[in-house]
């Protein structure tokens, strides 16, 4: 679906109270250190430790801009199983809601093996345009927040790091850090 195709159909849906939409994006937590810019003294030295890190989780999330609604998962990996997983778990969570999920076209969200479930419709953005889904700025906040200039001893470590600083973002937030014009 094109960017003309979604503001069309999402000024329809202005007048169909029946479903909901979400953005959903994933992002990938790691150890290997994040750097960013950091404030000195003049003239003193800077040091910053780093980390080598391979290991890594993912947190699927879908985000209703308009009213701050979420549904996030964290996962181990990226795959079309991992993804049906998700597709069924958020779809329980809307009971009998209808929802529009937007997302991008990465190949397990377009799997011909992935089953969507009755109450979930997937629209797709536009090739190579993260700039349109407003998760995108979720993972940002998250990031700058809990892994740049920080060193996690373990995996555990990061994940409860991030879920803590998660759970304090509440719908007010979401709708702000999520606002975006085109729906």
């Known amino acids: ?97 209808i929802a529009i999920l937007i997302m991008e076209q990465a190949g397990w969200h377009k799997s011909k093996d992935l089953i969507v479930p009755a109450n979930l419709e997937i629209w797709f953005l536009p090739p190579y345009s993260p700039e349109l889904n407003p998760v995108e700025r979720l993972w940002k906040y998250i990031k700058q927040n809990t892994i740049h200039n920080q060193i996690y001893d373990t995996l555990k470590h990061l994940e409860k790091a991030v879920i803590d600083y998660f759970d304090l973002i509440d719908c007010q937030l979401l709708t702000k850090l999520c606002a975006c014009s085109y729906i």
């Open 1 to 97: 679906m094109t960017l003309k195709k979604l503001l069309i159909a999402s000024n329809y849906l202005g007048k169909d109270k029946a479903k909901t939409i979400y953005f959903f994006d994933k992002a990938r937590f790691g150890l290997q250190s994040s750097l960013c810019r950091k404030w000195a003294k003049k003239g003193s030295e800077c040091t910053v430790k780093v980390k080598q890190g391979y290991q890594n989780f993912y947190i699927y999330s879908s985000v209703a801009p308009k009213t701050g609604d979420q549904f996030s998962l964290l996962l181990p990996f990226v795959n079309t199983e991992i993804m049906q997983l998700y597709l069924d778990e958020f779809s329980m969570s809307l009971g009998s809601e």
